[in-house]
Each structure stands twice: as structure tokens, then as C-alpha cells.
């Protein structure tokens, strides 16, 4: 899925709307991501976070920290990476190339990755899904991902949100890989933070692509942290499940259908989705459309009380 310039279609570009529209960045409010637009407080940095390389004590409190949160099979070792996104870049790599099934629509940077490493689009060798999807919110079951194929990909970069609904205890089985996003839930995407779950030998092949000290020390501290608070989380989910009925109601009264999501982004059906678009961008709000559907635009959750009264009066 690519736009008329040939590059991949994503969420963000607030470059080139204050190109097109006008402003400045600090006068538009992003509404085109899925990012938690109230974020975890950053600790206060040790000071050798910034200075020397992370040791092996630092990572394995990171990887314990992670593999608590997410309740980690012991049969499943854990992998920090930066982003989740570094990973997806290097998961094809893992199998010969072959034929892989990518259930559309969904994050297009699975099926770019698979593609460079001459993977097929089929359903044979491999299967990814996004749980829960972007942009639709689609949940999937343990039952419609039995296969013997070789290698499962389970993205769960949304899925802090549905923590009752992960497939982690997946991991343990050969070929499965689950992908955690640090960014997205936490609100901290520039920290550049995911992890893969999976066998240990999927995990040390992943581990060599990667290569040393892939996380940065105010990453690891960061990481570390936040995965400990678990009143945080349980709060930040209820403040988001509060925030996704208010914007629901909002974008309904103005005429909106919903379409689908998270409680950290939601889809809506708007009949001319360019035409929306456009009119909240004259207000300086910028959304996501996409190259696949006329009709979807997708709202980030707005974070100030501030943008809430901005969005209502654009919408008005």
C-alpha cells in the first residue's frame, strides 16, 4: 500500500500538511497516529544511561520487567530491539523465501518487509496478522491461527490496550514470533522500544540480525520503568476506553459512522474521506486516510482538553 510519490503510506507528515495548509508544526494537533497522546513520565536517567553502553545487568532487568508485564511463557525468550519496526524489517529473513498470507487491510510495513526478501504473497509458508488490526481493530483467536505453517507472525503493537485478548502464550511454539510496541501504549514512540517473543532459537537468530546494544540506555531505563507501573497501565486503559466513547460521540454527532479501531485509534466511515480531511486541516488537525478505502478516516485519540474544543469547533 503506497502513495502516488511511491512511498509507503503512514501516519505523521505534519511537514507536508504545514506545506499544504500552512502554519507552523507547534499549530497543528496530530490526530494521524495511534499513539497515546498522554505519556508515561520519563524517570530520571542514571547518569551512565547516556554515556556508556548498556551492560547485560541492564538488559535482563529490562527483559524481566517485560517478560512480568506481558506474563511470558517460560518456554519463550524475549528480545528487545528499537521499535518493533526494526524487527519487522528482519523477521522474513528468518525462512527461505516463500509464499506468505497478509490478511488486508493492515500495517503495509509487514508486507514491504516480506516482499524485499522476495517473499510471495500466498497462503502457504507463512501467516501475518496485526492483533489488534490497524486501522479496523479486528481481533483474532488462537483457532484461526492454527496452521502448520512455518512461521505466525502476531503483531500485538496495539495490544496493551486488550491485554485480556493477547496470544503471547503463542510464543512458545516453533515459528511463532509475538511483537510488542513500546511506543505506541506508553505514548513514547521516539524512544524507539519493541520486543519480539518467540522460541529461543527464533530469538538468537533475531538477536544476530539485530546485533549488539541495540537499545539504547535511556531506552532500557525508560523501559524498565514503565513496564513496572502497573497502576499506570491499568489507569492509562480506562482513561483511553473514556477518551474513545467521548471522540465515538463526537465524530457521530457530526455525522460520522464507526468503522472500527482501538481505544487508541478509531475508524470511522464518512463517505468522502479526502474531503474531511481537508476541512479538519484547514483548522490545522491533521487525520489518516487511506490509498485503499475512499470512505475510512482514522482519529488519534486528541490528549489536552484543549484540542478536544479545537476538533468540536473544526467539526462544527
Not at 4 to 33: C, E, M, P, Q, Y
Request: glycine letters at 12%; zero cysteines; hydrophobic letters at 45%.
Amino acid at each position: 500500500m503506497t502513495g502516488t510519490d511511491g512511498k509507503r503510506d503512514h501516519g505523521g507528515g505534519i511537514d507536508g500538511a504545514v506545506a499544504r495548509f500552512g502554519g507552523t508544526r507547534g499549530d497543528w494537533i496530530d490526530l494521524s497516529t495511534g499513539i497515546n497522546p498522554l505519556p508515561y513520565p520519563l524517570p530520571d536517567f542514571p547518569p551512565d544511561a547516556w554515556t556508556a553502553l548498556p551492560d547485560q545487568g541492564a538488559f535482563e532487568a529490562l527483559s524481566d520487567a517485560a517478560r512480568a508485564f506481558w506474563r511470558v511463557p517460560g518456554g519463550a525468550a524475549l528480545l528487545a530491539a528499537p521499535g518493533a519496526s526494526a524487527l519487522i524489517a528482519r523477521i522474513p529473513a528468518l525462512l527461505p523465501a516463500g509464499t506468505v498470507e497478509i490478511p488486508a487491510p493492515t500495517y503495509n510495513e509487514h508486507r514491504a518487509a516480506f516482499r524485499a526478501h522476495g517473499w510471495q504473497e500466498g497462503n502457504g509458508d507463512a501467516l501475518v496478522v496485526v492483533h489488534p488490526n490497524n486501522p479496523d481493530g479486528r481481533v483474532w483467536t488462537e483457532a484461526e491461527l492454527a496452521s502448520d505453517r512455518r512461521l505466525t507472525v502476531i503483531d500485538e503493537s496495539f495490544g496493551d490496550v486488550l491485554p485480556e485478548s493477547s496470544l503471547v502464550h503463542l510464543a512458545e511454539r516453533p515459528g511463532v514470533v509475538v511483537l510488542k510496541s513500546f511506543g505506541k501504549f506508553w505514548g513514547l514512540a521516539g524512544l524507539r522500544l519493541g520486543f519480539a517473543i518467540a522460541h529461543p532459537e527464533t530469538i538468537d537468530r533475531l538477536a544476530e540480525m539485530i546485533g549488539p546494544w541495540a537499545v539504547s540506555g535511556p531506552g532500557i531505563a525508560t523501559g524498565t520503568v514503565a513496564l513496572r507501573d502497573l497502576g499506570w497501565a491499568e489507569e492509562t486503559r480506562a482513561r483511553l476506553a473514556r477518551d474513545a466513547e467521548r471522540l465515538d460521540a463526537v465524530m457521530t454527532r457530526a455525522g460520522a459512522a464507526i468503522a472500527g479501531g482501538t481505544t487508541l485509534f478509531r475508524l470511522y466511515d464518512v463517505g468522502e474521506a479526502a474531503r474531511w480531511q481537508e476541512r479538519l486541516a484547514r483548522h490545522h488537525i491533521w487525520t489518516r486516510i487511506f490509498p485503499y478505502s475512499d470512505r475510512w478516516i482514522r482519529f488519534g485519540l486528541p490528549g489536552p482538553e484543549a484540542h478536544w474544543a479545537r476538533l468540536e469547533e473544526a467539526l462544527a
